[in-house]
């Protein structure tokens, strides 16, 4: 199974956006459509890569609800996909090679 194909999974094989525009996210996570999947080493980025996807499809709700039809609201879509996004974050958070950001502070005085 590909990459690609493992992320289709994990979206429920529902066609949000191309393949193409799926390799562009895969990428810039560090993983390559067409490689094989290994869940020891690309879980943690392909978590990140749905997790991005999601949160594109939240800036245009209107899009979402054309592909999942089962809202008749724009806020329950929004919910729904605020709390898939909440989820994938508490679980990409309990992998092993979860790192937390730290966050950068810079003084403007000294």
Not at 22 to 37: I, P
Not at 54 to 75: G, H, M, P, V
């Amino acid at each position: 199974m590909t990459n690609l194909q493992r992320l289709k999974m994990e979206l429920g094989n529902k066609e949000y956006f191309s393949d193409e525009d799926y390799s562009v996210y895969l990428d810039e996570e560090g993983l390559k459509a067409s490689n094989e999947y290994a869940k020891e080493a690309n879980q943690y980025a392909l978590l990140s890569t749905v997790i991005d996807i999601l949160e594109a499809l939240s800036n245009n709700i209107d899009y979402y609800r054309s592909i999942t039809t089962e809202f008749t609201t724009n806020s329950q879509a929004y919910k729904n996909l605020k709390d898939r996004i909440d989820e994938l974050y508490k679980k990409r958070e309990l992998l092993p090679d979860y790192a937390p950001t730290a966050s950068k502070v810079t003084y403007l005085y000294y």
